[in-house]
């Protein structure tokens, strides 16, 4: 069960983001002056939690990487 809804967040994460980015863009381009501002920290928000799950992704990698290396110098 708790691998499901780990699954479920990570799927809703990685929509929510691109959806958050795109909100950002239109609310930018289609508002006034004066509440232009307010889009930015959705877009933000977004570019974050697409660059946090890259930069995890690459550590996990990495860690694996490492432990497969030193099982097979130990072998």
């Given amino acids: 069960m708790f691998v499901y809804m780990k699954f479920e967040s990570s799927l809703i994460y990685s929509l929510i983001?691109?959806?958050?980015?795109?909100?950002?863009?239109?609310?930018f381009i289609s508002s006034n002056d004066s509440k232009k501002i307010l889009y930015l920290p959705i877009g933000l928000m977004g570019i974050f939690i697409i660059s946090e799950k890259v930069v995890s992704r690459r550590v996990k990698r990495k860690n694996i990487l490492k432990k497969i290396s030193l099982y097979k110098k130990n072998k």
């Fill in 17 to 27: 983001a691109p959806l958050m980015i795109c909100v950002s863009i239109i609310g």
